[in-house]
């Protein structure tokens, strides 16, 4: 009864031909090109944002080949500075960032609020090619040669010393910013006028909450980073003086003004996360969230608090030590609301009816392995520690739990949950079990060990490093495999499911939530009538979900 | 050396243990509570588990003081481990009075140092165990920064300005020196050694050492060659001349409090006297004329620093002022009496 | 199958209005996913505003560097100001203010349904932000000849007071044509939103049921004045009553 992907680039035979639904209201190229249907863009956004994490890994797995001994031998070192470089830059400003809002967020958030649309379609549209148009101007950069300066750009190494291709990168990401802005600023106009008759912001979902947050980081944010990239392009291509010590700049106010951004920047990373996760705890446990309030209002807490934080990555740069004193206790305060997000998750299984579908897999490494990445977060806000930890592969072990332990995984376990509504069609479920479970040991293996190397003093950003790391950097490299078989196969089996997957219903999981309400895929405008929502967000009870699983067989 | 698997640094200096205690009982929260969701979310699995198709869980029982307990708890152990944190960081950056100055300047790709007698070495360091140390840190190009992992320390080296870090070796031994931020090319080869021995040893091997002026002398020199000492004299010289002063006097400034014009008034630290030499129209002196030209861009990092060492001498001796110069000093008072010097030996060339 | 949504989570309320001519639920204007004209004036109103701050967070980064540097070296700042043009800033700063009257005055026209002076009014509005423009590109002119424009051929014969070294000026001409440069940016592509706006005024697409795009641009443009507002004191009037 329903169609895929594919099926819409050419009309299929009559007899497959069902309920109109967003797939194949149109065909060809064409309709899917200049398309304003939030759903569809989503989609696009799916197979670009999916082509750059395929770059990035790519990246990865370079390095951990080059880490495997410690005389660096596998490649040179400019080689080297610019592999992990675009590692970073393509992860952080063309997967991490986009994702999960661009992807889902723009798939779901509509369809949650029972609206037709975003609030600006061609907005949207636009933004897809905006996303893409900075991407050709890195991917250009990178076939080039690429750029070495770290994908923090730390002046006056990126204006006067590095010999790469830092303007077009720089403007590729200038460029990028303009499609994350587009997308925050749909997201809360979208939020505050286009909701359902009876849609109070107390009955929204915490997925929406947690992408009005993060869009309110990218609207403050992104214009800043844009701006203070902009003027290290300009210093390098009109060599002026605004950062160069040497022409009377200063190089620390534009760690000052980048930071300012990128730390709120891992907030718009991780709080479209911990928004997935709420779903699918809800979802799998048959049961409101715990403290929901809390947890909605967390949200909005570390969007706020990630503002004043940006300090905690200057430590060692010489700012004064009472500077560093603030931005510490105020680092520190960022992990309570983190903090109630997880204990809220917790306890909401309490009592749930626990079912061990392969997003509540992902969904329960998540909580796992961002409760480790929170906790290292705030031993590295703790002044005495960062002392010794700061550009360590302490550091690199933080972050990439939370980026990759938590930002990948919901990214992952979302994708399995919205993906029958997405495309109709089920995945495979043993394929898509082994996976979780290998990205979750994988994952573990790789970066666990970075924890030690890091208090063992490692520095992060080195090619070639003393033999005694040795051990543990092969552990990591290991692990690295697994986690890319992990990945690897989701990639293949999703594809495979869009044409062979078990046609899906309304609502396989027995779920609540608008989203589930209306045919999978949905029609164009989402719903066939605008629903008016008289109840609280998850609401469940057993004869709700009694109909909800036995009226919907699934249809082969 | 290569199948060891080591899981915990060699700790090596006095602000190591502290580092440790604080970061061991950070681990041990973060395990705890780890170990807690973990076994929470495990046994919750497997005792609430789905047991038929329409199950749903039971209705929500959020008790108001439940959130209001896990959000205090953790604000008040975070805040207990920031406050340890933050005294064990004010003791990392700031040196004891009595520390021993020695100076280390990182360029592209390599860390050049100086002992406070002039011994000159690149990317190795030799100091004595027992003795604190405070390494004055600056950089002739990009940003760098002065790692070991060891001794529990690092400092960014900021081109443009003057940073510092310091250190009490507990015993002997080599340890490992990385340059920590990104600056390039060669990064990680931009490595050394730190090599800490007993004070006499260190005697023996100071011995052995190179000849080169020390960072003092080499500032003297300096405030000749610049003509720095035609307007900066010591007052009693200039009245002798027959000569109206022009410009303050710099015995004794270094810590003290200086008057400006604009009624502020500062204390004359490193920075001061950097910016009073690069950018001299910034603080006019309470009493004093605008007249000393900028120096920036004439004087090196490290030229910088051996006139900051000089200035730095003057004030050494309690209330004397430096040796009267009618030719400017060529044996300035040594600002470490636990450093000596011995110019009559040979030199010995240091190198990776 | 759309009725199973209706059950109990959500129900359906009846909306299938008739469609009446000029009911403003089915204006031509009206985009098939808003419900009203009024959602969809409110949801473009909104985004316009947030799309302001965004642009009030761009500029900040450059005021913040302009704040950092100025405070730090006041006295070279006060030097390089000097070398504009107070009376060119003061006859540019006049002619967006009244560009701002003659926007407000086409919103207004628009209003009162008068379709010609909407397009008179646009097109004011157009040839001021160009004037603007071309008085810009003369104060351009005049630092390219003096070589006032930083970059390796940057030079500064002006005596300097002591302490002052023409790094520190060039780092005011550096920041000066970053915001300058970037708020030309923003007039130009103003410009061509009106020239847009103009063409369809003409079509007679705005009237006083409709009118949102002009009030959108009104927003934006008013927002670029007040950046010029800001921008002209901090880089001209530095120190005046010194000389």
Redesign the interface.
Known sequence: MNTSIVDTLIPPPDEMVDRPNYLNSEFGLKSWLLTRDHKRIGILYLISVSMFFALGSFFALLIRLELLTPE?DLMQ??TY?RVFTMHGVVMVFFFLIPAIPSVLGNFLVPLMIGAKDLAFPKLNLASWYVYNLGGLFTLWAIVNGGL?T?WTF?T??ST???NSYVISTALGIFITGFSSIFTGLNFIVTIHRMRAPGMSWFRLPLFIWAHYATSLIIVLGTPVVAITILMVAAERLLHLGIFD??L?G???LFQHLFWFYSHPAVYIMILPAMGIISELIAAF????I??YR?VAFASIAIAVLGFLVWGHHM????QS?YA??VF??LS??V??PS??K???W???????????ETPMLYA?GF??LF??GG??G??I????????L???YFIVAHFHYIMVGGTIMAYLGGLHYWWPKITGRMYPVFLSKLSALLVFVGFNLTFFPQF?LG???M??????????F???NVLSTAGASILGVGYLLPMFYFAWSIRYGKRASENPW?AVGLEWDTSSPPPTENFHVIPVVTRDPYD???E???RR??EEAPVG | ?????????ESASTLAP??DA??LA??A??IA??IL??V??VY??VR????S????????R?PAW??VA??II??II??A??A??????????RAPKNAVEYWAVGK?WMWKFQHPDGHREINTLHIPVGVPVRLHIQSE???H?V?V??F?????A????E?SAWFQATKPGVY?L????????????M?GSIVAMEPEDYQVWLAGGPVGKSMTASGADLFESLACYTCHRPAEETVAAGLAARAPRLEGLYGSEVRLVDGRSVTADEEYLRESIL????KIVSGWQ?????Y??QVTEEQLSQLLAYIRSLSATTGAPAAPAPTPPISPISPTPSAPRDPAVPARTEGQ | MASTLTDSHAHVSAHVPAHVPGDPQHHRSLQHHFETLEQQKDASTLGMWLFLVTEIMFFGGLFTTYVVYRSKWP?AFMEASHSLSWKLGAFNTAVLIVSSLTMALAIWAAQVNRRKMQVGFLMLTMVLGLTFLGVKAVEYQDKFEHHHVPGPHFEWHEPL?????S?QVEVFFSIYFIMTGLHAVHMICGIAVLGVLAFYAWKGRYDSTYYNPLECTGLYWHFVDIVWIFLFPLLYLLGAHVH
């Open positions: 660096g070192p400019d500075n070495d770290g730390y006056p190494f006067q010393f590095s010590p040497k009377g200063d190089p620390i446990a048959r049961k409101r715990f403290g809390f430590f060692v740069s010489g030590l560093a004193t510490s206790v520190m305060l992990a309570i903090a109630v997880v204990f809220n917790t306890a909401t299984l309490y009592e749930g009816s626990i079912s061990y329960l909580i796992g409760t480790l906790l290292t705030t031993m806000a703790t002044l005495g520690i960062d002392v010794h700061h550009d360590t030690v208090y063992l003093g520095p992060r950003r080195y090619w070639a490093y003393p033999p005694e040795q051990v543990l027995g469940y009870t057993s709700e979900v009694h699983t036995t | 050396m290569e199948q060891e698997l080591p899981l915990f640094p502290q580092v604080l970061f950070w681990s929260i973060s509570f780890t969701i973990a929470l979310i919750f699995m609430y588990r789905r047991q198709v329409d199950e749903v869980g039971q209705a929500e959020a439940l959130e896990w959000s953790p604000l975070s805040l481990m920031f340890w944190g933050a005294q064990v960081f004010f003791e990392i950056y592209q190009d990009v940003i920064s790692f992992p060891a529990r320390i690092k400092q960014d900021v081109p443009g300005r940073t490992h990385f340059c920590a931020e990104y600056c390039g090319g060669e990064h990680s080869k490595t950018n001299p129209a910034e605008p007249i000393m030209p900028t920036q861009g | 006295l007071p002591e302490g002052v070294t790094n």
